[in-house]
C-alpha cells in the first residue's frame, strides 16, 4: 500500500528582507527538498497586473489574473509561460504592488491550490509570510525569522545593487516600514510569528548560522523518523 504520509514541510515565514529567501533556498538544498517562494507567486500577480495596467484595487480583476498566470519555478528563475521574470518580480514597484494585493482574500484564495501542489516527496522547504499559519498548518517546523528594519534595508540594497538594479536606502527603510505594516494589519492571513513557530532574529548573524539553526530544528522536530 502506498505510503499516504504527506511530505514534510519546512515552513519559514518572516518579513521583507528577513533573509528568509537565502536560508529557504539553502535548506532546501542540504537536505534535497524543493523549495516554494510563495512571495514570487505575488509579485508575479502584481506584475503581469501593473503591465496590463489593472486597478489594483480592483479585487475581482486581480483575482482573475491570479488564476490565470501560470508561473513556473525553475531552478533560480522563474517564468511566466516562456517569459523569464526572475529580475523583473525583484523589483521594489513589483514588491510593493504585491503587498497591495495580497491583502486581497480572493488573490490568496487563488493562490492556495497552488501553493500546496509543490509539496512533493521528499518535501518542501516553503517561505513566505503564512506558510506556518494558512498553507502548511502541518508542517514539520515552522521559523519565525526577523532582523531589524535597519539590517533588512541594508540586505535589501546590497541585493538589488549586486542585480544591477536602482537602490536608495531611505526609500528601502520607507518601503520595508510600510510593507511591514501592510503584511502585519491586513485582515486576512496577516505576518504572524504562528503557534508553534520558533523565532530566530539574524541582525548580525551570518546566513551559515541560520541554515545551521534551522537544519539542527529540523532534526529534532517530532515527526522526523
Ligand atoms: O517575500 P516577498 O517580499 O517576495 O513577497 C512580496 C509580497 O508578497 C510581500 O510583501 C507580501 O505582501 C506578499 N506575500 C504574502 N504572503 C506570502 C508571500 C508574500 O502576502 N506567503
Given amino acids: 500500500m502506498a505510503d499516504s504520509t504527506p511530505a514534510p514541510v519546512i515552513a519559514i515565514d518572516g518579513p521583507s528582507a528577513s533573509g528568509k529567501g537565502t536560508v529557504a533556498q539553502r535548506v532546501a538544498t542540504e537536505l534535497g527538498f524543493h523549495y516554494l517562494d510563495s512571495g514570487a507567486l505575488y509579485r508575479a500577480a502584481a506584475l503581469v497586473a501593473l503591465e496590463a495596467g489593472t486597478n489594483l484595487e480592483n479585487e475581482s480583476d486581480i483575482a482573475h489574473i491570479t ?31 504585491a503587498s497591495r494585493i495580497a491583502s486581497w482574500p480572493k488573490v490568496r484564495a487563488a493562490l492556495l491550490g497552488r501553493q500546496r501542489s509543490l509539496r512533493r516527496p521528499p518535501g518542501l522547504v516553503a517561505e513566505g509570510r503564512d506558510m506556518g499559519s494558512v498553507v502548511f498548518p502541518d508542517a514539520a517546523l515552522k521559523i519565525f525569522l526577523t532582523a531589524s528594519v535597519e539590517a533588512r534595508a541594508e540586505r535589501r540594497y546590497k541585493q538589488l545593487m549586486g542585480k544591477g538594479l536602482r537602490a536608495n536606502m531611505a526609500a528601502l527603510l520607507h518601503d520595508i516600514r510600510a510593507r511591514d505594516a501592510r503584511d502585519s494589519e491586513r485582515a486576512v492571513a496577516p505576518l504572524q510569528k504562528s503557534a508553534g513557530a520558533i523565532v530566530l532574529d539574524t541582525t548580525g548573524m551570518p546566513v551559515e548560522e541560520v541554515v545551521a539553526q534551522v537544519l539542527a530544528r529540523y532534526k529534532q522536530a517530532p515527526q522526523v523518523p
Avoid at 517569459?83 to 518580480?89: F, K, M, V, W
Fill in 67 to 97: 488564476m490565470n498566470i501560470n508561473v513556473i519555478f525553475d531552478g533560480e528563475h522563474v517564468r511566466l509561460e516562456s517569459r523569464d521574470i526572475t529580475d523583473a518580480i525583484r523589483e521594489e514597484r513589483v514588491g510593493v504592488a
